[in-house]
């Protein structure tokens, strides 16, 4: 018998691994804290809870993905919170990207109740949720892993064991890391070359057969040259993930020059910006209004 | 009859563009301001020219790729230099990687002569060389790349003509900062997971399957995880082109924040390097000995 699931946040990425899960046949009970989210799934044939409390009690296997750290604090911790309703011999994944201490402290109270944790960020997008085609970096136990597999099955093609709790963030907060600069350093070569007068596609076309060439550039490029930010990955998540990548390297006691650069340019940006855009946005750095 | 080519500089790029050349079957005269490294081109067939000057004077096209400015002016201006000597109507082409500002100098003093003038820096490094498969970025006329293609054809796979004089520089400069950024992100991604106890071969493997794999990153991630930096771009050539960015962006008067951070990151390791390196050794940046 499939595994009842339950599912946490249902936002860019969380709805979409809801329709995959249904689409799958699990049993699911939802929570959003805008409830209004949940109403495709719940036509789907989703239910929907009356609290991460009341989701989580009724679930074998719990996912959460939302957006920061305080977000995931509150629907763990915070009233009718998710682990006052885990029951024991239950799974808890957090596929919410956060700082790895935070994974390691929700794994320690998940042990005092003897519920199994892995953190398991994922990459790949909108388009990646949607298509099942994520990929999930986790930290945690490999029997914990190959107990929810099937789960996971539905979401991803790829699944990273990098370590124990902790890895699976600490790998997401280094790929973001150089997602984030590599998108910046897109922005600054354009920038360099239209101020010189050249014109921008002639670069794009250049670095496509150069060794340089990365799908993640070939995706926002022409974002970049149309100057449409309709966020795919948002701009405000991209930032809190450089920020959190920050906060490991001052714990870790090691410096960052790129990435610190950057983290003032993304913050630069997004302080300035009036609505919500994609990250590509970091190339409107240079335009003054 | 195929036209007289005079090749001015051989090192790491220059050598075997020469051997290429003969290859093809292009009559050759070679100049290097270190006699010992046109040995093995002479023994093919090459004749070495006296000065410069001398080479210039005997060849209908004359490619120069020196290491730096400053090398580049020596050998056009500089005593028995190669502007002296080129005959009205032959076509010179730069490779080396120079200012944009130097090129336009160049074409000046070309036209005066007329004589035409490429600024064609490339990409692909030794490899590309080795293979004839060099990428080649490219300022000046089209009836002037039209010309010399026998020329770059024994050399190259693709010629982008990217617009007036200066242009095939401003590109290159662009995309060897975004090059640098690429590897530096690299660097500091692996920094910070191996500073959080997690394998770094776990965040290569992870980005290979992510939108931010990118073959430069496939090249020097090894070359980082082995700690052996035999330099196949050298770390003072990498470091030169940033400065050379950077000076271009001060010029038009914009800020490149990760690249600024990127320089002195560049900097520092070049400052501590006790032998020629590659540039994945931005990854050292972190050792204290």
Redesign the interface.
Known sequence: MKPRVGLIGLGLMGAPMGANLLKAGFPLVVWNRTAEKARRLVDEGALFGKSPEDVASQCDVLLTIVSDPSALEEVLWGKDGALAGLKRGSALIDSSTVS?ALARKIAQACAQKSIDFLDAPV???TWGAEKGEL?F?IGGKKETLERVEPVLQALGK?F?L??PN??GQ??K???N???A??V???A??????T?????PT??I???Q?????????D?KAPVILKRDFTPSFPLRLMHKDIRL?ME??KE???????????Y??YSAVKARAKADVDYAAIAS??KKN
Request: glycine content about 14%; charged content about 15%; cysteine-free.
């Open positions: 790895p990459t790949g997008g990929v970096m790829r990273f990098l370590g902790g890895a600490t790998v907060l280094a790929m890391l150089i997602l600069l590599q910046e350093a897109l600054e070569g354009l920038e360099l070359v101020s010189s007068g050249v014109e002639k670069l076309e250049v670095l057969s150069s060794m340089g060439r990365a799908p993640v550039l995706v990548a490991l390297a870790n006691g090691i410096e960052l020059p790129a990435g610190a650069a950057a003032q340019a750095y240079w």
